[in-house]
């Protein structure tokens, strides 16, 4: 950790509320310096000491690496940061890096020995030191005089009381952050417990979309309406649905005081009573929109396959321009048709450009459509509306992994993982994201937790699979890939998987027969298809035969037979080789034109929705004929 105070100065807010964090720290109370640190950083995010101190005082080692990681970011050279990260297993040692210093006196401990030693070579009534403690000593004397005597005549004036004494305060007063601190600080400093929230390290917090309001209220009722939606956003259900239903005594006719009724009881789970209310609304005005909507949320969480399709299109019916009910039923059908989704979270984007949620659930719609250029920029743009929009970080590394950008999703997978523990859904697209990375071993890991959180996902056995590929496990990885098309036949990636694991475990002719029987039947696109030549002429090549080499010339002629683009240079002049073909033309297969197929070796290309795996590892007996 850094000497601290060898980085402020003694007249600077921030450095007082910095003192104060590191005294707390030193004292035990973590608390209290995880809440003057993240306040900090929220005045300034990129001073690297802040990010150091915080990385003392969060809860779990997650945090600590994305502390610390910030601080590298921002100065790579930082030895605190770097001593740090070695700790915790994240840099390799480097005895380039100085050690914590032991002992070494800080700025103030060196001032306040130089004037001792100046003090000792003076003696007596000369010595400063020596007068002070002079003239203490007489004003105590006189004190207690003084004192003693007060004390003599009230024992005279008073009847005698018993005197109980009480034990020392040992609490330490923390003085006050000057006014140099930043004013949209607070000056309190509330216990905080428990994860520090992802807006406690931000400048700015999202402001969400204003209530959906349409009723005037009259003079009688309108302050208790609005202190009900007040109690509604602090979430205090009990006083708002008080002041709701004191309202609705006043103004029966009010379609929107039974809508907020019904989104109170929405909020504490309680869904047929907001059924009751939504209908209400709904018998009240038949053109309050928000009142089919949340009828229609309210079904489709008593009966997620409810079909709630005529209320959707009633609240946009009624409203061509309510944003929220564009956005629901962009997730209502998103998984079933993508393209309608996508068209209907445009909408949103049309009606609110400054909505993150109508961009987020946009990027989800374009990732799944396989755009993912765009899905990509569509996360990015709802991460600048709101930076603590948690599932925006899942959002974006998936348009990381599928754009290629393997080290970004890692980054932003952490952040996710960090916010949202709970979703295991997501240590699947880390995994996904450790093994574009070439970082196998924290793949495994990983998908390790996932595989734990549901033993049917095919998914996770596939990625875990290629990860124990690519680390030579031959038989963890054909364990693997036999489990995940065991729950998912239809799985390319998996079938394909498992035939090169067994060829990895020197298994040619059960590769080659499970390419025959279950990849080839699979492979509807040109790039399966030429994956499954591929594997097909090495399998071949590799059993040796004089059949099997003609089999081999046979896949190689299709592979070769195929659009140059679905395949990377490499395979092509492999088959060239192979077939002693001289190309009649100057090849324009350069990796530039593909640029998501960059490895020197022999990749495997999958659907674009699906995770690209890792270059092919094995020697191959390749005929060396000069074309």
Known sequence: MADDEEFFSPDSGEDTMLRQAIEALRTGDRARARDLLTRLLKADQKNVEYWVWLSAVVETSKERLYCLKTAIQLDPQNAAAKRGLILLGALPPDDSVPPFPVNRPRRWE???????????KLVGWENPLTRVFIILGIAVVVIGLVFGGSLLLQKKASPAIPIIPTPPSTETRTPIPTSTVPPNLR?????????????????????????????????????????????????????????????????PSAPDVYYYIGEIYSAQGNFRAALDQYQKAINKDAN????????????????????????????????????????????????SNPSAAEADFRAAVENSPDSALAYLYLADAQLALGEYDVGLASAQRANQIDLTLVP?????????????????????????????????????????????????QMAVNTLNKAVDANRRDSDAYTQRGYAYFNLQEASLAVTD?????????????AQLGLARALDL??????????????????AKTDATKAQVYYYEAVFLEEIGDKLSLQGADNAWNKLIALPADVMPIEWRMQAYQYLNITPTYTPTLIPTIIPKYTSTTTPIFTEPSAFTPTPYPTEMSTPTVTP
């Open 392 to 440: 925006v970080y899942l959002a974006l590394a998936r348009g990381y992994i599928a754009t290629g950008q393997s080290d970004q999703a890692v980054s932003v997978l952490q952040t996710y993982t960090i916010y949202a523990p709970n979703d295991t859904s997501a240590y699947l697209v880390l995994g996904e994201a450790y093994n574009a990375a070439g970082q196998y």
């Open 505 to 522: 475990q020197k298994k040619p002719g059960d590769a080659y027969i499970q390419i025959e029987q279950k990849v080839s039947p699979l």
């Open 187 to 251: 000056s309190a400093t509330p216990t905080f417990l428990g994860q520090t929230p992802l807006w406690r390290f931000l400048d700015k917090t999202y402001t969400p979309t204003p209530l959906y309001v349409i009723t005037v209220h009259p003079v009688t009722s309108n302050s208790a309406f609005e202190a009900g939606l007040r109690f509604l956003a602090a979430k205090d259900y009990k006083n708002s649905l008080a002041l709701f239903q004191q309202v609705e005594t006043l103004e």
């Open 288 to 335: 309050f929109a928000p009142a089919f909507l949340g009828r229609a949320l309210a079904n489709l969480a008593l009966n997620p396959k409810a079909d709630v399709s005529n209320d959707l299109n009633g609240a946009i019916s009624i409203d061509p321009h309510y944003t929220d009910a564009y956005i629901q039923r962009g997730k209502y059908l998103l998984s």
């Open 110 to 120: 060196q001032q306040l020995a130089s004037s001792r030693e100046a003090q000792e």
């Open 481 to 493: 890939f036999r489990s995940a098309t065991a729950y998912n036949p239809s799985d390319f990636d």
